[in-house]
């Protein structure tokens, strides 16, 4: 079968282990489109070149890179010619209009096509962004949902095709894996990702102030409220004990997790936002870190009971649990293998890859039969 996936996700590297896992099934045969580069809060994101065996990764131009809702690919209907795929996936949401764009011309050309959705709550969007959901809805011959509220939100607004959870990225195991040795150094705590207000920095830094003994915050990203953390730091006397490492390219993100005890995405719910996955949950258990949560949206399901959830912006939480990680090694070390054994069950690309194999299997049967 012929696949063609359009997707800006897969310009990071580290994802594109699950873009090499789908082509090894010896039936399909795979061509992804990325654009060049991708603009967010976070800054800009280049196409990486890392994973490529088996299959063509494609750049192609894309018009209003950053805005999330408008962009599109002006060359996709020339690509989709000349490609002629059996499945397309479009690995976007299916109230943008990329994802409206692409249907359209799937459906011109005859190609069947699924949409990709995050989406956990359930927001009514103005027109015309209802118009290009309703659209897609009607014609799509699968959906992927990232996590499980998102199917329950694709059946309420009206989504009655066949649709699989399927998260959007696995891990690579033998990339994201323990170290080998874990020198003597200060109880280190990390985090990874945007510096933004949604995902509650400021209940981590709160909680690792009350902590007792010797410790360290990593903080690893950029974003808007890196200079309000920095200053919350300060106030609580604890900026020395604080590291801002930036942000880092995918293939080093195995090095930094490699370099903590503690990993904590304390994620905030908000009136229009809440947690839909959180890959460096599970980044971090493959590579044996004992991992906290918030409870916001998927982190219960993605931890499961192989890392700790707390309650959203409960500081004292956080920090009692933190603390007991800290006293008690052998705890953080049972975690850790708690974590890897849980990714390497149920998170891995190949289990992604597979899973998604089996929707194009689904989709080409609906078509022939």
């Not at 280049?46 to 088996?54: A, C, K």
């Not at 990874?192 to 830094?205: C, D, F, H």
């Not at 880092?248 to 195995?254: A, E, I, K, L």
Request: aromatic letters at 12%.
């Amino acid at each position: 079968m012929r696949v063609v996936m359009l997707s800006k996700a897969c310009i990071v590297g580290a994802y594109q282990r699950k873009l090499e896992e789908i082509a090894r099934f010896v039936d399909v045969e795979l061509t992804v489109l990325t654009p060049p580069s991708w603009q967010d809060s976070r800054g800009q994101q280049f196409l990486e070149r890392v994973f490529t065996q088996g299959y063509e990764l494609r750049p192609t131009p894309i018009r209003f890179n950053g805005h999330f809702h408008l962009h599109y690919y002006p060359r996709l209907a020339t690509e989709l010619k000349a490609l002629r795929p059996d499945i397309f996936h479009i690995d976007e949401e299916p109230y943008n209009f990329a994802t409206r764009h692409a249907m359209r011309l799937g459906r011109r050309l005859g190609i069947p096509a699924l949409f990709f959705s995050w989406q956990n709550l359930n927001r009514r969007y103005p027109l015309p962004f209802r118009w290009w959901e309703k659209y897609n809805y009607h014609h799509a011959a699968f959906a992927i949902a990232g996590n499980h509220a998102a199917t329950q939100i694709l059946r309420a607004k009206g989504y009655d095709g066949p649709v699989r959870v399927i998260p959007q990225f696995g891990i690579d195991p033998g990339l994201f894996s323990p170290p080998q040795t874990r020198p003597s150094r200060p109880f280190t705590i990390g985090y990874a990702g945007g510096l933004l207000p949604e995902k509650g920095l400021a209940t981590l830094v709160a909680a690792c102030a009350r902590l007792r003994g010797a410790w360290q915050l990593q903080l690893l990203g950029s974003g808007s409220q890196q200079n309000n953390l920095e200053t919350q730091a300060q106030h609580l006397g604890i900026a020395d004990r604080v590291v801002w490492p930036g942000k880092w390219p995918s293939t080093r993100m195995p090095e930094f997790y490699r370099g903590l005890d503690a990993f904590v995405l304390p994620s905030r719910t908000r009136p229009n936002w809440m947690e839909q996955f959180g890959r460096v949950l599970i980044e971090a258990m493959a590579c044996g870190v004992a991992t906290l949560g918030s409870d916001s949206g998927e982190i219960p399901h993605v931890l499961g009971d192989a890392g700790i959830v707390f309650a959203e912006g409960d500081a004292g939480a956080l920090a009692a649990h933190l603390q007991r990680l800290l006293d008690e090694p052998e705890q953080r070390r049972q975690w850790g293998e708690r974590g890897r054994s849980r990714v390497l069950a149920h998170y891995t690309q190949q289990h992604i890859a597979a899973a998604t194999y089996q929707v194009y299997k689904s989709m080409l049967e609906s078509v022939s039969g």
